[in-house]
């Protein structure tokens, strides 16, 4: 849980206005515990819950946070939602179950993947699409070197 939540940090500290973070997981993979953790570490003050039956929830903080769940949701009713207004906007799309409106979001983001290794373990994957994304992937391995990182 350490690493997932220093990773939530950095992340935060290096977010930028229109960034849009595509989460997916398995069910219990640790999706809402990263996005809770992001979101502190954003300055968004208070709980922050899954919206998945709410499917977006805003929150402010150093920049505006748009938390999606589109779990439960087709991609016909999600491209209904207006997404777009969120993802090229001034805060942060943070979307969970991403793969699931894959076609929908913007061609160039960061994508993270959350596999379950373990009881207690994660194997997190970050991958920056796009420039602005990559430089993000850069900053986060000269953190971190090139080691890979198994929560424990």
Known sequence: MQDTQRLAEALAGLSFGGMVIGLDGDLGAGKT????SYARH?????IVSSPTFTIIKEYEGRLPLYHMDVYRISLAEADELG???YFYGQGVSLVEWSSIIEDLLPQERLQIGIETTGPDERLITVTGIGERYGEVCQ???TKWGNQDEHEK
């Open 33 to 36: 515990a990263f996005s809770q």
């Open 83 to 85: 997404l777009d207004e």
């Open 139 to 141: 900053a986060l391995q």
């Open 42 to 46: 954003l300055g968004v003050a208070g």
